[in-house]
């Protein structure tokens, strides 16, 4: 009668644990044809190039204003220097004139600006453009023009900037690059192309 018993015992025992290895063989089995979940990368940035190039640009306000600076200094700039070397530290090379550089990137129309465009104009009246902007948003624009000012943010609706507005330009594309491709820098200084006087307004 024991004998019986333990032998049933063991039966049940041994086809429990069967059991258990009958499931973990089908579950680890399973799990193996499930599909890799995909690994997510983190954003590099939650910014976008418009707005690491008004944050770089905003860190020299106070900058002064030096006509015909040397490109790549960061303790005086004029118009052009200043968003050569801004867009230059966001991985976007441009030309160094402000006139060289209204011939690059997409034209924007001035009701169609966003933040990170360039903005030109003609304030000497003459029909060459003297002065670029960067466009920041809400009608204002990052720049430098005038000894005593140096780098700053500036109203544009109804400025002067706004009343000699030639055209505006695009050169952040969705990479990130400038439009059309990098733009070579010519590391010509605006002096040489009689653009942007001192004390201009």
């Given at each position: 009668?024991?004998?019986?018993?333990?032998?049933?015992?063991?039966?049940?025992?041994?086809?429990?644990?069967?059991?258990?290895?009958l499931c973990?063989?089908?579950?680890?089995?399973?799990?193996?044809?499930?599909?890799?979940?995909?690994?997510h990368?983190?954003s590099?940035?939650?910014?976008?190039?418009?707005?690491?190039v008004?944050?770089?640009?905003k860190?020299?306000?106070?900058v002064?204003?030096?006509?015909?600076a040397?490109?790549?200094?960061?303790?005086e700039f004029d118009?052009?220097?200043?968003t050569?070397y801004?867009f230059?530290?966001?991985?976007?090379?441009?030309?160094?004139?402000?006139?060289?550089?209204?011939?690059?990137g997409?034209?924007v129309?001035?009701?169609?600006?966003?933040?990170?465009?360039?903005?030109?104009?003609?304030?000497?009246?003459d029909?060459?453009i003297?002065?670029?902007?960067?466009y920041?948003?809400n009608?204002?624009?990052?720049h430098?023009?005038?000894?005593?000012?140096?780098?700053?943010?500036?109203?544009?609706?109804?400025?002067?900037?706004?009343d000699?507005?030639?055209?505006?330009?695009?050169?952040?594309?969705?990479?990130?690059?400038?439009?059309?491709?990098?733009?070579?820098?010519?590391?010509?200084?605006?002096?040489?192309n009689?653009?942007?006087?001192?004390?201009?307004?």
């Amino acid at each position: 009668m024991n004998n019986n018993t333990n032998l049933i015992r063991k039966s049940r025992i041994v086809k429990t644990y069967m059991g258990i290895g009958l499931c973990l063989s089908v579950a680890f089995s399973g799990s193996m044809l499930l599909p890799a979940h995909p690994v997510h990368a983190a954003s590099v940035s939650d910014s976008s190039v418009s707005d690491q190039v008004i944050a770089t640009g905003k860190q020299f306000l106070g900058v002064r204003y030096q006509f015909g600076a040397t490109s790549g200094r960061t303790d005086e700039f004029d118009c052009s220097s200043f968003t050569q070397y801004v867009f230059k530290q966001n991985g976007i090379d441009l030309p160094r004139s402000s006139k060289e550089q209204s011939q690059v990137g997409t034209p924007v129309s001035k009701d169609r600006l966003q933040p990170g465009d360039l903005v030109f104009s003609d304030t000497n009246h003459d029909g060459v453009i003297n002065h670029v902007s960067i466009y920041i948003g809400n009608g204002q624009l990052l720049h430098t023009y005038s000894v005593g000012i140096g780098v700053t943010v500036s109203d544009f609706d109804g400025s002067t900037w706004d009343d000699t507005f030639v055209t505006a330009r695009r050169v952040i594309s969705d990479n990130g690059q400038a439009s059309g491709g990098q733009i070579a820098n010519l590391n010509q200084s605006e002096s040489t192309n009689g653009e942007h006087q001192q004390g201009e307004h």
